[in-house]
């Protein structure tokens, strides 16, 4: 009654008006649901790679980097000695039972193969001593056990980021890398990190088979009140090791600066893709629309105004662009949630959480507003005796 009284269609019309025709219907909701399945998709790279670069880093870890390589951990190189100088020199280096938490790393990005397969493959590699596992708590061995000399422990997106099954890297296979047999012996996951991607082995072994002496970097973590000007008063009054100090979330957040533009180019993409649909689906709903002069006309003669009659358009299109993307984000969840994806420093997974569901929601209700806009103000236009002689 009050619907009436406001002179607005009752709800139940444009309801009924949506069943009126299937095969419309049907492609409303795929057209819609492909178009907020790909938003969905988009947001959940971009969200996915945010997540693993921002959780790479703890923070109360520090890195000790070569001058100069601020930006690239493969690029850096320190002497050994770092190690144990850093430990004993920097005050609030945490510590338990008198292991300090200082971890001499080396990353390196190397050519493996199959045993008995000539295919070549890049993967990441980090060389590591026993003191890694106390810096970076994030990792924990799920399979088998850490490496030893000419053994190998694998992320859970190692696979992945060297494009081959994940069977390939079971315990119990073989790498060759630097013409060298490795085991594999272990498998780890660090979720929502860059070192899922990586394959760890011991630190002297990947020197020696690098022909290296120094390594990339070494991360400490500190304790109480220790702050990162502790660890860079050190670098200063330490000229000749020619170190830089950072925190390690801030490193990868320079990481995840330098991944921008591959961000925007998929936004780009998916906007792209997205505008094609909108127009197509334009130029349906301008025929669906220009189908219905007469109803719209006759409706306009017992008494109801354009306004109503646009809202009305506009709810149809609202409500099957809503069906499109319930549907989209069910199937986002069941099939890109957790879908690995690679990239030149790893791997990670796309992410469908709650902001990504609410950024492919809103562009749905977008989608069916601005859809029905443009062809519903067009079609209102034509004089009511025109559209009583329509066909």
């Known amino acids: 009654m009050m619907v009436m009284m406001l002179g607005l269609l009752p709800w139940e ?21 492909l178009v907020v399945l790909l938003v969905l998709a988009a947001a959940g790279f971009v969200r996915g790679m945010g ?32 190690t144990g100088i850093a430990a004993a020199s920097i ?29 070549r493959f890049l993967a990441n590699f980090r060389g590591v001593q026993a003191e890694a596992f106390l810096v970076h708590p994030q990792v924990r061995i799920i399979e088998g056990r850490a490496p030893g000399p000419g053994e190998l422990l694998v992320g ?5 980021r060297m494009g081959i099954d994940d069977g390939d890297l079971a315990i119990g296979r073989t790498l060759r890398i630097a013409e060298r047999p490795w085991t594999i012996v272990g498998r780890f996951e660090a979720p929502d990190t860059v070192m899922e991607a990586e394959i760890w082995c011991d630190l002297q072994e990947l020197l020696v088979a690098t022909r290296r002496e120094s390594v990339s970097c070494v991360v400490l973590t500190l304790e109480g009140d220790a702050e990162l000007a502790d660890v860079d008063l050190f670098t200063k009054q330490r000229l000749d090791l020619e170190l830089v100090a950072m925190h390690e979330g801030e490193y990868y957040a320079k990481v995840l600066a330098f991944y921008g533009p591959v961000q925007v180019m998929v936004w780009i993409t998916a906007a792209l893709v ?34 109503a009659l646009l809202l009305a358009l506009v709810q149809e299109s609202v409500l099957t662009a809503a069906a499109g993307s319930l549907l989209a984000s069910a199937g986002a969840l069941l099939l890109l949630d957790g879908i690995a994806v690679r990239i030149s420093m790893g791997a990670f997974g796309l992410v469908i959480d709650g902001p990504v569901m609410a950024i492919g929601l809103t562009a ?26 329509a066909v």
């Open 13 to 33: 019309y444009g309801v009924r008006n949506m069943a009126r025709s299937p095969l419309n219907l049907a492609l409303g909701v795929a057209g819609s649901g």
């Open 51 to 82: 997540r693993s670069l921002g959780h790479s880093g703890d923070d109360r870890n520090v890195i000790l980097l070569g001058a100069g390589s601020e930006e690239s951990i493969e690029r850096s190189e320190i002497r050994r000695a770092v």
């Open 274 to 307: 997205a505008a094609g649909a909108f127009f197509g689906g334009l130029n349906t709903l301008y025929a669906a629309f220009a189908a219905r002069a007469r109803e719209l006309a006759s409706l306009q003669v017992v008494g109801f105004t354009r306004p």
């Open 91 to 119: 005050p609030g280096v945490r510590r338990r039972l008198g292991v300090a938490y200082v971890s001499p790393e080396a990353h390196v990005a190397l050519v493996a193969r199959r045993e008995g397969d000539d295919e």
């Open 156 to 160: 859970r997106l190692a696979a992945t």
């Open 364 to 389: 749905g209700l977008a989608l069916g507003v601005l859809g029905a806009l443009p062809p519903a103000l067009r079609c209102l236009r034509m004089p009511v005796a025109e559209g009583l002689k």
